[in-house]
C-alpha cells in the first residue's frame, strides 16, 4: 500500500507539457528569420514606424490624431505579421533548398482541393532524383527533383504512365530546381496552383483513384527536410 501510494505521488508531481502560446510561436518564427536574414529586424521596424507616422499625419489633419493612432497602432501589427510571415517562410525554404525531398515537403503543404502523394512515384537512386504526382481541378501534375537533364526523361516516363490511366487529363510538368526554366523552391506553390482548372472535384476523385493503381516508389525522405519543422506556426506562416 505504501509502494502504491508513493508510485501514485510520483506519478502526480511528473511535470506536465505545457501548451506553446501564440506569442511563443512568433518568438520562435522571428528568430528563425533572424538566422538567416538579420535585417529582419530593421524591416519590421521600418514598418511599423511608416504605418505610424502615414497614420498620425492622416489623423492630425483630420482632426482625430487619437483615433487615428489606435487605427495605425492596429494596421502597424497586423502587417507587421503579415510581414514576418513572408521572411520566415523564406528563411524555412532556403534552409532546405536544394535537400532530397524538399520539393515534397512543400508540396505536402497544399491540401485543399489536391490529392497529393506522399511519397515520391520515381526515384532515381544514385543521384536521388525524385518525381512527385498531385491530381487537382487542374489535372495531374508532375514536379521533378534534381537537374534538369537527368530528370526530364524520368517526368516523360511518368507522363506515358499517367496518360495510360487517365488519356483524356491533361498533365503538367514541372521541374523544381534553380536551372534555367526550373522553377525555384519559393515559387513552386504559386506554379502548382496557377494552372488552369479543367476538372470537376468529382473528377479529381475518380482521377486519383485510377492513379493509386500505379503505385508510388517507396522512399523514405530524410528528416529535417519538412519547412513545418522548421517555421513554429502554420497560421503564421499564412499571414493570419
Known amino acids: ?26 518568438r520562435d518564427a522571428y528568430r528563425l528569420t533572424r538566422q538567416v536574414n538579420p535585417s529582419v529586424t530593421w524591416l519590421l521596424i521600418g514598418v511599423f514606424v511608416l504605418v505610424m ?12 490624431p487619437v483615433y487615428m493612432a489606435f487605427f495605425g497602432l492596429l494596421l502597424a501589427l497586423m502587417l507587421m505579421m503579415v510581414v514576418l510571415a513572408t521572411q520566415t517562410r523564406k528563411a524555412s525554404y532556403s534552409q532546405i533548398d536544394g535537400r532530397p525531398g524538399a520539393a515534397g515537403a512543400v508540396l505536402g503543404q497544399i491540401r485543399r482541393g489536391w490529392n497529393i502523394e506522399e511519397q515520391p512515384v520515381a526515384v532515381n537512386p544514385r543521384h536521388q532524383d525524385l518525381v512527385y504526382r498531385m491530381v487537382g481541378r487542374p489535372g495531374i501534375v508532375l514536379v521533378s527533383e534534381g537537374p534538369s537533364h537527368r530528370v526530364t526523361r524520368m517526368l516523360e516516363d ?34 502548382v496552383q496557377g494552372f488552369k482548372k479543367t476538372l470537376t472535384t468529382a473528377e479529381v476523385a475518380q482521377v486519383a483513384r485510377r492513379l493509386q493503381a500505379l503505385g508510388s516508389t517507396k522512399m523514405p525522405i530524410p528528416k529535417g527536410v519538412d519547412p513545418m519543422k522548421a517555421r513554429p506556426d502554420r497560421k503564421g506562416m499564412r499571414g493570419r
Not at 501548451?19 to 512568433?26: D, V
Not at 507616422?53 to 482625430?64: K, R
Open 1 to 26: 500500500m505504501a509502494r502504491k501510494k508513493n508510485e501514485g505521488a510520483s506519478d502526480s508531481a511528473a511535470p506536465t507539457e505545457k501548451k506553446q502560446r501564440w506569442y511563443h510561436n512568433l
Open 53 to 64: 507616422g502615414v497614420s498620425l499625419a492622416i489623423g492630425f489633419v483630420w482632426g482625430h
Open 158 to 191: 511518368e507522363r506515358r504512365k499517367v496518360s495510360r490511366v487517365a488519356p483524356n487529363v491533361p498533365v503538367h510538368l514541372v521541374q523544381y530546381g534553380n536551372e534555367s526554366g526550373q522553377v525555384p523552391i519559393g515559387k513552386l506553390t504559386k506554379t
